[in-house]
């Protein structure tokens, strides 16, 4: 069964780039320009698998994470920080916030397949 992976970015560039990667790789897309965007679409549609960003407009990363902690029904979703942010502090908060891995940008495409297989076997 094809996995579904929700990506949360207001880059249309990064956005459409983890998509064509996981899309080659045979995961279903589905993409959020930002925090409020992402929990609407994840309610909506349900996922298998988030890809945020943190640096966010209307509803940062960090509490878009929280608030999907908060849903008993997604304390267990994979949740993986792709960010330019990447020093400790940032990690921390992003770990703290619920994130399961947290990767800093650029990312070749092998890293960001490799990391969403292994959060997916762990899930």
Same mark, same amino acid.
Request: proline share 2%; aromatic share 8%.
């Given at each position: ?5 929700? #990506? *949360?970015? $207001?880059? &249309? ?11 080659? !790789? ?8 930002? +925090?409020? $965007? ?6 909506? &549609? +349900?996922?298998?698998? *988030?890809? %945020? $960003?943190?640096? @966010?407009?209307? @509803? ?14 997604? %304390? /267990?979703?994979?949740? #993986? #920080?792709?960010?330019? =942010?990447? =020093?400790?502090?940032?990690? %921390?908060?992003?770990?703290?916030? +619920? ?11 092998? %890293?960001?397949?490799? &990391?969403?297989? @292994? !959060?997916?076997?762990? /899930?």
């Amino acid at each position: 069964m094809t996995k579904t992976i929700l #990506i *949360v970015d $207001d880059s &249309n560039f990064v956005r459409n780039y983890h998509a064509y990667i996981l899309e080659q !790789a045979a995961f279903h897309v589905i993409t959020a320009v930002d +925090g409020s $965007d992402g929990l609407e679409k994840l309610y909506r &549609n +349900g996922c298998d698998l *988030v890809l %945020t $960003d943190v640096n @966010m407009s209307n @509803m940062d990363g960090y509490e878009f994470i929280r608030r999907v902690r908060s849903d008993q029904q997604y %304390t /267990a979703l994979p949740i #993986i #920080i792709v960010s330019t =942010e990447s =020093e400790a502090k940032d990690k %921390t908060k992003g770990f703290e916030a +619920g994130a399961n891995l947290y990767l800093v940008k650029p990312c070749t495409p092998e %890293t960001i397949l490799e &990391n969403v297989r @292994m !959060a997916l076997l762990a /899930a």
